[in-house]
């Protein structure tokens, strides 16, 4: 019976079935919904219901987790990773409210979840063709966007409470984002040290982030197709030959030439 519960497991994890499939846009989706949770209710007070919510989320997150750490051939491999690490600290500050905290800013680690989720990159390269051609742009966008909401929720649970202008995420996404593009307005600005070295990492990491979306969503497209001989993996949609090698290529162009 285990042995069959956990060859179902990895079928749902690692298939390419429709269900496996399915599961595994399932678990993104809930991802991308905690992530609205947490943002949604830093512009609630906290409450009993908001509490047994988070604790129910967490509860969820428990049965995934160790869903998929049954799922790996090698569990306590799969256990270790900074991923799955991350997500056990997530699911401790959802469940603190059982032992009476909040641990608000440890819910953050969750968006790394998104990070594991890219596992789904093949899936998404074969379900749909937009993905495909704009592969590259997504994923930068994904990491500018994970980050934006990471520094936003360090800004907010470092400075409310301290701080008078930051009072929601509203608030610290404003500020992230000017500092992020170096627009710097100045009416709102962190104070301490531990404030100038979050702008500074806001700032650096931010233009960073940025600056690799701009060049994916400007550069030419290339097409993903391995060159039989020399094995190039990315060439421009309507090559013929192989740069590198000059071997005849065979490149699908799904109609659009």
Known sequence: MEATLRGRLHHLYYGTAADACRYRYAVLAFDVA???????????????????????????????????????????????????IADLVAIASFLAPLAGEGAGFLRVVRTLRLIHSYRMLGTLRRDFTFFRQH???????????????????????????????????????????????????????????????ISVVIMIAGVTLFLRLAQAMFRPSKVRFSCPSCGLARHEPDAVHCKACGTRLNIPDEGRF
Do not use: C, K
């Open 34 to 84: 905690t992530i609205g949770f947490v943002i949604g209710t830093s512009f609630m007070p906290r409450s009993t219901l908001i509490g047994v919510i988070d604790v129910l989320i967490g509860l969820v997150l428990v049965t995934e987790f160790a869903a998929r750490i049954s799922a790996s051939r090698r569990p306590w491999r799969e256990a270790m990773r900074p991923a799955s």
């Open 135 to 197: 592969e590259e742009a997504f994923l930068a966008a994904t990491h500018l966007s994970v980050f934006i909401f990471v520094m936003t929720a360090v800004v907010y649970e470092t400075q409310n409470g301290i701080n008078d202008h930051i009072r929601n995420y509203a608030d610290a996404l404003y500020f992230t984002v000017t500092a992020l593009t170096t627009t710097g307005f100045g009416d709102i600005t962190l104070p301490g040290t531990t404030g100038r070295m």
